[in-house]
């Protein structure tokens, strides 16, 4: 199993740098006329948000004379920013009503997948802590493994991709659980382009007994591996049906502690089937 930073995994990146820069004032209330800039501000930037913010309010589109006067923007310096915003695609305008363009729209996706994203990692780490184990989270997208976040501690840290998690499938408890979600052939095909290899000592040996032994998982079983990825490893992955996609909430324990394995694999699952209703759609990223 894979290990990543603290709380989050790619796609989700790394932390955001600090800003230096002092923070922004609130703007002017609409309908005031406009204030004189501050050398720390850019007037023309603060102009074109509040446009944006007034047009986003009209879901029929609003005329440039009422854009202005709701924003206390003169016309002639509304319509300067307006063109340039329609220009940039963040407006469009249609027989003379201005809308949200494509731009803006993606911005508004983008802000609410990383909302998503948020509410994973924040579970995530709960769950971390009142278990007191590493959790991670994967999904099979498109015919690979992609482990989306995981949250561990320097007390109980993650287990260290030493061969490429995507290839290994077969030997940790992430991929067998995943594997186990999907049809016959999906499994053979990633058979075909991830053959089953020696990991360790404990790995399993060839295809077909990993076939077998994937078909005889039942629906919602954790599904658990021991030193077969990684020496001193145990692990155990909960299945999760998100829609038509095969997910995977996971925990991992150095061997020595492996007479928890099973009642923390529990203490997760029970802690997921509460929860899946409200995050379900933040885990479909």
């Given at each position: 199993m894979a290990?990543?930073?603290?709380?989050?995994a790619e796609p989700y990146g790394p932390p955001a740098r600090p800003c230096s820069a002092p923070p922004l004032q609130r703007p002017p209330a609409r309908g005031v006329p406009e204030q004189p800039h501050s050398a720390t501000l850019i007037s023309s930037v603060q102009r074109a948000m509040r446009l944006l913010e007034s047009v986003a309010e009209h879901e029929c589109g609003a005329p440039a004379k009422q854009l202005a006067r709701e924003t206390g923007l003169a016309l002639p310096t509304a319509y300067h920013l307006l063109r340039t915003l329609v220009h940039e695609g963040y407006l469009r305008r249609d027989k003379g009503l201005f809308f949200l363009g494509e731009a803006a729209v993606r911005l508004?996706?983008?802000?609410?997948?990383?909302?998503?994203?948020s509410t994973v990692v924040d579970?995530?780490?709960?769950?971390?802590?009142s278990i007191g184990v590493p959790v991670y989270y994967a999904v099979y997208r498109e015919g690979e493994i992609e482990v989306m976040c995981v949250s561990d501690t320097p007390g109980n840290p993650a287990v260290e991709e030493w061969a490429d998690f995507r290839e290994t499938g077969h030997a940790h408890a992430i991929g067998q659980c995943l594997l186990s979600q999907l049809d016959e052939d999906s499994r053979r095909d990633h058979l075909?382009?991830?053959?089953?290899?020696?990991?360790?000592p404990y790995t399993v040996r060839d295809d077909h007994t990993l076939m077998r032994r994937l078909a005889r998982v039942r629906r919602m079983e954790a599904v658990v591996e021991r030193q077969e990825y990684a020496l001193g490893t145990v692990c155990a992955a909960i299945p999760i049906t998100v829609g038509t996609s095969a997910a995977t909430m996971a925990i991992s324990l150095p061997a020595h502690q492996?007479?928890?394995?099973?009642?923390?694999?529990?203490?997760?699952?029970?802690?997921?089937g509460r929860m899946l209703g409200s995050l379900a759609l933040s885990i479909s990223i």
């Open positions: 290990t990543v930073d603290t709380a989050s508004g996706a983008s802000g609410a997948a990383q909302k998503r994203r579970t995530l780490a709960h769950w971390r802590d075909t382009r991830y053959p089953v290899q020696s990991i360790t492996s007479d928890r394995l099973l009642s923390a694999a529990q203490q997760l699952q029970r802690e997921v």
